[in-house]
């Protein structure tokens, strides 16, 4: 089959829009920005309903639902630990899921899909800020290697769909990122919501001092998850149908800065400990937002405020 041509389209209030991984943190607040920009024809299943690991399953339905777009959202993600520990269930179900997708998307006639990837694609000792170009132009962080090499995959798949076959399917790399449905499990969790829920427990028993993993001098940024979503809605609504996208803040902070800023918001009095015998990851992963600020879009929430956000979603989970 050879490329029809790739037409320009763009979402409407009545485009059948299929979101994967709804209950997530990016798949909820996918929901969220869709929902208040007037998009109301919203395909959510959770895993009792469809399970995305089972490629009949993912094909049957989307060959039924033909939703017009797709946001490809649902992954099997985790801190540094879960992603070290873990690394044939992360390899294995992130291609798994994506396959099916972008697969079944391609065999249900379906063109417009948003993959959503993570930062971690980029080589360990990448040049900063990290351009999109950047990719494939050295060695991974190994703490991560099979998670991003998944994501790697889908990003190529969807490249070689839109070539061969004229599919508008886009890829987004977002930073790190935080926000309501965070998961806030120690031996699953990303930095920021780790530390939340370290420094929330240290006030509550009246510790003298938390620990905070590695020597907290890496450099990382953070973007609330509703702006990921804000921006991902935006590309869709501008009709970009091609190519790879940095979505962040085009700025990071220290563990230590982010560790300080926590306590903060937080409240607690206590002292810092670094424990020099964990992990500290990549040095450094600042993401250059240049191509989607070209086109009109940039994140609007600033790092403080969207940690008392987070805090605050995170007390409503506790209650």
Sequence with gaps: MKPAGIAKTTLSSGSKIYIAGHRGMVGSALVRRLRAGGYS?????????LDLLEQAAVFAFLAAEKPDYIFLAAAKVGGIQANNTLRADFIYQNLQIQNNIIHGALRAGLKDLCFLGSSCIYPRDCPQPIKEEY?????LEQT??????????GIK???ACNRQ?????VSVMPTNLYGPNDNYDLASS????ALIRKVHEAREQNAAEYVVWGTGKPRRE??????????CVFLMEQGI???????GVGSDVTIGELAATVMAVVGFQGRIVFDTSKPDGTPRKLLDVSRLRQLGWQARTPLREGIAKAYAAYLATRN
């Design 41 to 49: 024809n919203l395909l959510t299943r959770d895993r009792r309903e």
């Design 135 to 139: 990719l494939l132009t050295g060695p």
């Design 144 to 153: 991560n290697e099979p998670y991003a090499i998944a994501k790697i995959a």
């Design 157 to 159: 798949l969807c490249e």
């Design 165 to 169: 076959y004229g599919t508008r399917f």
């Design 190 to 193: 990303h930095v920021l919501p």
């Design 222 to 231: 953070f973007l609330y998850v509703d702006d990921m979503a804000d921006a």
């Design 241 to 247: 149908h091609d190519g790879l996208y940095n979505i």
